[in-house]
């Protein structure tokens, strides 16, 4: 038993006892009895992190590659490419719907509208008002309807009031087919101040208003004053088309 002689560092001793012979102690409580078997554990355990942190950064390399070349691709991409994808999957996905619609003898666009919220319908309604909230004059008749809209707008109901008139008059309070809305109802002073002030700004607001007209420094000055000049744009927008040519000959020298 010459190994004996060295603490616990034959590995036959660990293979047939539980034990180390000198120290008494077991083979697993005592990590300095066996400083052998310790280093080599601890250098396989390097090697072991050495080689996992190979991995990721090999794993993170590769996944940096992949990210610059998908962003590459897409600074190369349009600036609206992912909105136009959205808007082809959605007409795509709407097609296919409408093809199951028709195969089972249902009308889409009614099928649609049952999917759709009341509060979804209502944000609908409010993003077509204001793609074309003001478009522009066509008539009076469309002008006045659209000054009125925008005062009612600004309107704000008096409640209160609202009550004590009902309370008040009673029955004539609802108007009728014979009601004339003279001696019913009496505006307050309050009302009659706040309308004065709203038709005075309206025409301030008017008066503030003016038309830029643009002016030709390199055009014929054929007037001698400004009612003259607006004289002379009448006649060459009703006769200039037939007199052109006149003019034209006038200018050469070369009339008959």
Known sequence: MADSTFCCSPSSLRENHDACFICKQP????????????????????????????????????LNHQEVVEEDKRNKLPANF??????????EEQDRK?????????????????????????????????????????????ATQRQYQRLTKQMKPDHDNYKRQRDKMGDDFYA???????????????????????????????E?????????????IDYINDRNMKFNKKLERFYGPYTAEIKQNLERGTAV
């Open 27 to 62: 083979f697993e409580a005592q990590p300095s009895c066996s400083s052998g078997t310790g280093s080599a554990k601890a250098k396989f355990d390097r090697i072991n992190r050495l080689r996992d942190l190979q991995l990721r950064m090999n794993e993170a390399r590769k």
């Open 82 to 91: 992912e909105q136009k994808r959205k808007r082809v999957e959605y007409e």
């Open 98 to 142: 409408r093809k199951e619609a028709e195969d089972k003898g249902e009308d889409y666009d009614r099928v649609k509208l049952l999917e759709v919220g009341a509060d979804e319908a209502e944000r609908w309604e409010k993003k077509k008002k204001k793609k074309n909230a003001d478009p522009g004059f066509s008539d009076y008749e469309s």
């Open 176 to 206: 009728t087919g014979h009601t004339l809305g003279l001696s019913q109802h009496k505006d307050t002073p309050e009302a009659v101040d706040k309308m004065v002030q709203d038709l005075e700004k309206q025409i301030e607001k008017r």
């Open 208 to 220: 503030k208003y003016s038309r830029r007209r643009t002016f030709d420094e390199d055009a014929d």
